[in-house]
């Protein structure tokens, strides 16, 4: 079952711009992380964040969670057309097992 | 050194067919997880194994099974596919159990089509 839910859907943006992807989970968690697949490919891991932190950077990616309303968002600065990918975001649990949950993705399109 | 490999890359099976699948991990890792991606259902988690034992399985019917051997490399099978059983079935690694601390290294990707 999907824990994460990522907004927008979908994002379309031209080069250069600034996009910001939203992900809501609905429980206590350990940590998140944000990966991205190309197109039916694999995925590759961006950023992990843990449930006591609350901002990260990773080059041009910045990462913010917030525990209080369960939510985080993954932020790419000066957007290029290789940065065209699919961005998921997946928690890690508290309790239990820990294995990963992943939301239904951001689908990010980015043209020159 | 090498990432995770899936074998194969492509499959095309017939309704009420079984089939097989490989993953083998990075070299050093001991966890393998497998996950369906479907456009409806996105990434569901199948099952993790850990040193050959499975230590955690998603909600999929029994016709879902895997293994791990003793040199972490990991086999899942779908017995009897139904035509929903179409997807992209990603096996990930990771050095110990789960992922409280480590990201998941994921392979390519089998695209299994069932007709």
């Known amino acids: 079952s999907q824990q994460g839910e990522e907004d927008p859907q979908a994002l379309s943006i031209q080069e250069g711009e600034n996009a910001t992807m939203n992900c809501s989970y609905k429980?206590?968690?350990?940590?998140l992380q944000w990966y991205r697949q190309n197109s039916g490919r694999g995925l590759v891991h961006l950023i992990l964040?843990?449930?006591?932190?609350r901002e990260k950077h990773s080059g041009r990616l910045r990462v913010t969670l917030d525990t209080s309303k369960k939510s985080s968002s993954l932020l790419i600065t000066a957007s290029r057309a290789a940065d065209t990918a699919s961005y998921f975001c997946?928690?890690?649990?508290?309790?239990?097992?820990?294995?990963?949950?992943f939301g239904k993705g951001t689908m990010l399109l980015v043209s020159p | 050194k090498a990432g995770v490999t899936q074998t194969p890359r492509y499959l095309i099976k017939t309704r009420g067919q079984q089939v097989t699948l490989s993953c083998s991990p990075i070299?050093?890792?001991?966890?393998v997880s497998w996950y369906q991606q479907t456009p409806g259902q996105g990434l569901q988690f199948l099952f993790e194994?850990?040193?050959?034992?499975?230590?955690n399985k998603g909600n999929f019917p029994g016709r879902f099974s895997g293994r791990q051997f003793s040199n972490s490399r990991s086999e899942m099978n779908v017995s009897t596919l139904e035509l929903g059983d179409s997807a992209l079935y990603l096996c990930?690694?990771?050095?110990?159990?789960?992922?409280?601390?480590?990201?998941?290294?994921f392979g390519q990707g089998t695209r299994l089509t069932v007709v």
């Open positions: 990930a690694s990771s050095p110990g159990q789960g992922f409280l601390s480590t990201e998941a290294f």
């Open positions: 429980t206590s968690i350990n940590n």
């Open positions: 964040i843990r449930s006591n932190e």
């Open positions: 997946a928690t890690v649990s508290n309790s239990g097992y820990s294995t990963l949950t």
């Open positions: 070299s050093g890792h001991r966890s």
């Open positions: 194994y850990f040193s050959e034992t499975q230590r």
